[in-house]
């Protein structure tokens, strides 16, 4: 569904923020001890814009290098492109530049820039016509549940009944850097979820398959709702699909992964939830390619870790899978998340309301651009 105007684009700006003032999850692959990120503003022929987030959390500089990426290389090549849907401009570049980032070796990178670019172009398209994600997608809900991610053993007593008073039901816990492989942790976690709720542990691709069998097991009277990257994300299909048929615990994963094609093969291997990223690949148009072709049984629950503005796009495509989708939501302090774009964010119910004026996602306050900005060279 294109928007039958033409939109030409006229150049792009870039914002790399970062805030020390948060608290980092405890996970596997290590600590956070800033937050960084990398907004982007494209702008078009008359002037409008659209906003988009490119995944940058990690390592500490990575939204430094990203922007430089895209200074050096995407800019000239995305300046006076024209689309009408934003799919269209995704397509082009992969066709221009593809071969240039597979020679240096930053595949992944262009991956993220592209989604980015993606969500900053559904932003812009529908702000130059007046809609809203709301409006565009015709949607019969103006809001999207969310769950609480990352909640770390110190503040587990606490923050799972303070996200509980808001109406979430599910709750995301780290494990797979501890020496039981998390048991002690999932069984806190699981005497103090109220009743009817369920706990998700996520072990970012920290286990061998021998690992993951054994770990799995033994957390399987637990019950949790499902098990997030037990395994690599490259590891092997023949690997995914023997811990699937080892384990009751359904499998997940989505945020390491690239392509619809992949995405599907990785389904079709026993995972059951599939976790795109709107900031690391695809972006808004990806993911719906995503949803068209998820095989029968398999849930679309979107994956985010990062500021405001993409935390919001991945709500609306949260609502507009539908299905009993539900986003991601860090539940630890980070001021890009809280502050960058204002009060956005209002949880009640476990549901979140939508942007609703013109655009995909809220503009962010030049305030806090400012107070979070990062000198680019």
């Not at 992944?108 to 932003?123: C, T």
């Amino acid at each position: 569904m294109s928007f039958n105007t033409s939109i030409s684009i006229a150049g792009i700006d870039l914002f790399p923020i970062a805030t020390g003032n948060g608290v980092s999850p405890q996970m596997a692959i290590g600590a956070m001890p800033v937050r960084p990120a990398l907004l982007l503003r494209i702008t078009d022929s008359d002037g409008c814009y659209g906003w988009g987030e490119v995944w940058a959390n990690f390592p500490p500089r990575a939204n430094l290098h990203k922007a430089h990426v895209i200074e050096d290389v995407i800019a000239p090549a995305l300046n006076r492109l024209t689309y009408e849907h934003p799919a269209e401009i995704q397509q082009r570049l992969r066709q221009t530049l593809s071969v240039y980032f597979l020679h240096v070796g930053q595949q992944q990178v262009f991956e993220h820039i592209l989604a980015g670019i993606d969500v900053a172009l559904w932003d812009l398209a529908l702000r130059k016509h007046g809609l809203s994600a709301i409006d565009y997608f015709d949607l019969k809900v103006r809001n999207a549940s969310c769950y609480a991610s990352s909640i770390n053993a110190d503040d587990m007593q606490d923050m799972i009944p303070q996200a509980a008073a808001l109406g979430q039901q599910y709750f995301k816990i780290k494990i797979g850097y501890q020496p039981d492989n998390g048991y002690s942790l999932v069984e806190r976690a699981s005497a103090i979820v109220p009743d009817g709720s369920h706990v998700m542990i996520d072990s970012n691709q920290s286990w061998t398959l021998e690992q993951a069998v054994t770990a799995l097991q033994s957390l399987q009277d637990f019950s949790p709702f499902f098990a997030e990257e037990p395994l690599a994300a490259d590891a092997s299909l023949h690997q995914w699909e023997a811990l699937a048929k080892t384990s009751d615990i359904p499998l997940a994963g989505g945020e390491n992964i690239y392509g619809v094609d992949s995405f599907v093969a990785m389904a079709n291997a026993g995972l059951s939830f599939l976790q795109p990223d709107v900031a690391k690949w695809g972006g808004i148009s990806g993911a719906l390619q995503l949803a068209d072709a998820l095989p029968e049984g398999v849930h679309l629950w979107p994956h985010f870790m990062g500021t405001a503005v993409g935390q919001m796009a991945s709500l609306a495509l949260t609502a507009v899978i539908g299905g009993g989708a539900v986003c991601e939501m860090d539940c630890n302090k980070n001021p890009l998340r809280t502050q960058l774009c204002g009060n956005v964010i209002q949880i009640t119910g476990g549901l979140v309301p939508l942007h609703d004026s013109p655009g995909l996602v809220p503009q962010p306050d030049p305030d806090a651009l400012t107070r979070f900005g990062v000198a680019l060279n």
